[in-house]
């Protein structure tokens, strides 16, 4: 199993003779029910009768972000995020805020997509298949990426004012490597792929301290339901 | 007539009510026929709901056998633990899919698409069969089988509509996991909309908004009705659309259809899937149609009621004549009797009192115009003889009035035909006056036998021929003196026996001698009328001693000048004949001649 299963590590000028990394493991709770169906057909679905039904796997809809206690300066690095047919790779991707995030077609669909909370912030006009499209964020905020004609494709770009952020595995583990040392408040994004509520979740903050050189280690546990801060 | 009237009045409100309703009744008809063809396509449309719905069973159910076929369970689990997806296990499973296709019984999947656990496609059969690799998990469908869960949905796909359905792929050795999903997808077409409809006598349309997909027949609606009465429909439960929405009117090339709209699930509804069930509109039934379509048995005994109808129709018939025969037949009919009696004299007048209403009035007429013939007659003789001066004894004539009755004369004539009675009737007051005009040979029979010498019988009647040539040429040429009064008098001829010349009496009787110089010219016509009337007068034995022509042709043009302007008339005819054993002559003014 892959320790990390995304690392974002965007350059700052830090170099890694003066950085750490954290690692550390997210504790998943049991996963929400699943609602009723929202695109029902003629017919309710039926459960298969020759095993339970899978649970949601939410890992894949949870980021880490490490903020650090002197605000950032705006990065100008790029990040590619893959539609990969009917969904993106990554269901929710976390960005530095001024970084330019690319869109890659790699279906053979030409797909139109636009960000609900922004319609200006994806250019207009069609990703043809293996085509990309590119924008640059600039405030800090949670966008709704969608498709115009696929409602069904919905995913969240989460733009946040630090470069320190990483998605987890299936077993809840993380890394956000070239980290410098210092003091992290450690927080966590939760995009329900059920609900599609999203937002950080209602805990304390972690503080974490990051050596010089060397790891920091954080476990994190994730409250019941994951509840979202209101 | 009073009755009659009102019999008359309501035979006439009841025709009128009777037209009224027949033109009136089809509406509330046709509504109800609307109706009834509304609620039946509402119902059709209920029943096109649970066709699907029944269908959708059907195609679940075919796609979890499909899934759970032991070649595709082997070769998904095979591509689940794979990194990459090659197009060599790509056709491996295809080829499997194809072979598990073929074996299935009746209505053939338009595509299917198998799955790994992790959402992509491992293969394609039938629709975008080399296509393989990309991730459909997303999608809910597919989401919900590879959670485990069997479902149907709607797709849209490059403007044609599926029904699909999915199903997970589990292996079913310990340990059982999930190794994937299948999807099959069954294209909506016209043959499915035929079907769905066979039997229901309606038609059905699939639509995604604007565009056509499907449908049981090839009719080019607008759309834009559809698309307002979808806009319409709210609530999450679609079965509810068919009684809930209201029937539309559609038009379609020159015919009308009524249609109801109901929305379709699944992903399509984002694109405005819908259904429409149509049925053309009844044709309007009017009144001329309803009878159009009245067929034999409708007239029958037994779904007529035709002697209700035959009885009314008599009664009212009876009714009508019944008051006809007591208002109108029976007094015309006695007032027929007594004017025959007055014709014939029985009756001086009619009796006013005996005749009721407007025949009374009828009969209160006649009367007093018998009255006003009566005293013009009077009058008329009156006149005669201040025009005439009355006759002395032992004149050469005597003045006496035609049978006939004497109309009244206006300067400018009289009016035809209308002023002179009819035949039958008497004059009571009038005097000993024949019915008919009695022409001048009638009176040259005396009315008593006259003192005819056998030696010297009167000569037959004789006309004075009229000249050939009119001496005065406004003067018409008259007819023969003795000849019948025939149809050139176009008004009735007002005939006179008048002694026009009583003046003359004793006369000598001079002859014109042609060579004596005159003062007066001889009128030819006067000449002959007055050879003719001292040959009369000779034979009759009368003395013609101091009759000169002079004297007779003064008095006659007298006469003649003071009959025209009494009469309006346009020439004088003179007339000898014999009256009372004694010569007489006759002037009788000539009216208007054709």
């Known amino acids: ?230 | 007539m009073f009755w009659s009237k009102i019999w008359f009045f309501i035979i006439a409100l009841a025709g009128a009510i009777a037209l009224v309703i027949a033109l009136v009744l089809p509406r509330p008809a046709q509504r109800v026929l609307v109706a009834e063809e509304q609620q039946r396509l509402a119902v059709a449309c209920g029943v096109i709901n649970i066709l699907l719905t029944d269908d959708a069973r059907r195609r679940v159910e075919l796609t979890g056998s499909f899934a759970r076929t032991q070649d595709v369970v082997g070769a998904l689990e095979q591509a689940s633990g794979a990194d990459k997806l090659d197009e060599a296990r790509m056709k491996g499973v295809r080829e499997t899919a194809e072979k598990v296709m073929q074996g299935i019984q009746g209505r053939q999947p338009d595509f299917a698409m198998l799955i790994d656990k992790k959402g992509r496609v491992v293969a394609r059969v039938k629709l975008d069969a080399n296509e393989f690799g990309d991730v459909v998990a997303g999608r809910p469908l597919v989401d919900d089988a590879l959670a485990g869960y069997m479902r149907d949905d709607l797709w849209e796909q490059n403007g044609t509509m599926y029904f699909v359905s999915a199903a997970p792929v589990v292996k079913r050795d310990a340990p059982v996991t999930y190794v994937g999903a299948v999807v099959l997808g069954h294209a909506v077409t016209n043959a499915l909309a035929q079907k769905l409809v066979d039997g229901l006598d309606i038609d059905i349309g699939f639509f995604l908004g604007e565009n056509d997909v499907a449908g049981s027949k090839t009719i080019a609606f607008q759309h834009k009705p559809m698309i307002d009465a979808f806009g319409k429909l709210t609530g999450g439960d679609l079965t509810r659309d068919c009684q809930a929405n209201q029937p539309l009117q559609l038009q379609a090339s020159s015919s009308n259809y009524t249609s109801i709209v109901a929305r379709l699930p699944g992903e399509a509804a984002t694109k405005q899937a819908f259904y429409a069930v149509y049925i053309k509109q009844p044709e309007t039934v009017g009144f001329g149609a309803t009878l159009g379509v009245v067929r034999q048995g409708d007239l029958s005994f037994a779904n007529f009621p035709w002697l209700l109808v035959g009885g009314g129709f008599l009664l009212a018939l009876a009714l009508g004549i019944g008051l006809m025969f007591v208002e109108t037949d029976r007094p015309l009919k006695k007032l027929t009797g007594d004017a025959v009696a007055l014709g014939k004299g029985d009756k001086q007048r009619l009796a006013e009192d005996a005749h009721r209403g407007k025949y009374g009035s009828i009969a209160r007429s006649v009367n007093i115009a018998i009255d006003k013939l009566g005293r013009e007659a009077k009058s008329a003789r009156k006149d005669m003889d201040q025009l005439l001066g009355p006759a002395p004894e032992g004149s050469l004539g005597t003045i006496d009035l035609l049978s006939s009755a004497l109309p009244s004369v206006r300067p400018g004539g009289p009016s035809s035909g209308s002023a002179v009675p009819p035949s039958d009737f008497k004059f009571g007051d009038s005097g000993p006056v024949s019915a008919a005009p009695t022409p001048p040979f009638a009176a040259l029979a005396p009315s008593k036998p006259a003192p005819v010498k056998p030696a010297a019988p009167p000569p037959p009647p004789v006309a004075a021929t009229p000249p050939p040539k009119p001496a005065r040429a406004p003067t018409p040429p008259p007819a023969p003196i003795a000849a019948p009064i025939a149809a050139p008098i176009a008004a009735p001829a007002l005939s006179l026996d008048e002694d026009i010349l009583g003046g003359l009496s004793g006369s000598v009787v001079t002859p014109i001698d042609p060579n004596a110089p005159t003062v007066a010219e001889v009128d030819p016509y006067f000449n002959q009328v007055f050879e003719q009337f001292v040959a009369v007068k000779q034979s009759c034995g009368e003395a013609t001693s101091g009759l000169t022509y002079q004297k007779f042709a003064d008095k006659l043009t007298k006469n003649r000048d003071d009959l025209m302007a009494k009469t309006g008339c346009k020439e004088v005819r003179f007339t000898v004949y014999v009256k009372d054993g004694k010569a007489a002559l006759k002037a009788t003014p000539v009216k208007d001649e054709a």
Do not use: C
């Open chain 1, 1 to 230: 199993m892959r320790v990390l299963s995304a690392v974002l590590v965007f350059g700052l000028g830090v170099t890694a003779a003066h950085a750490g990394s954290l690692v550390g493991k997210l504790e998943l709770p049991a996963p929400p029910d699943r609602p009723p169906v929202a695109t029902r057909g003629f017919l309710d679905r039926v459960e298969n009768p020759l095993t339970k039904i899978n649970p949601v796997n939410v890992a894949p809809y949870l980021v880490v972000v490490a903020e650090a206690e002197a605000p950032a300066p705006e990065s100008s690095i790029q990040v590619s995020w893959e539609l990969v047919g009917d969904s993106f790779g990554k269901p929710l991707l976390a960005v530095p805020a001024g970084a330019e995030v690319v869109i890659k077609n790699v279906t053979k669909t030409a797909r139109s997509l636009v960000a609900v909370e922004d319609p200006k912030l994806i250019p207009g006009g069609p990703i043809n298949p293996g085509g990309p499209k590119s924008f640059r964020t600039k405030e800090a905020k949670a966008y709704t990426i969608t498709a115009s004609d696929a409602p069904h494709i919905k995913a969240k770009l989460l733009v946040v004012t630090t470069p320190y952020v990483a998605n987890i595995d299936d077993n809840g583990k993380f890394e956000i490597p070239e980290l410098p040392g210092g003091t992290y408040k450690l927080r966590i994004y939760y995009f329900n792929p059920l609900s599609s509520k999203d937002g950080w979740l209602d805990r304390p903050d972690d503080a974490v301290v990051i050596p010089a050189k060397g790891k920091g280690e954080v476990t994190a546990k994730i409250p019941t339901g994951y509840p979202l801060k209101k």
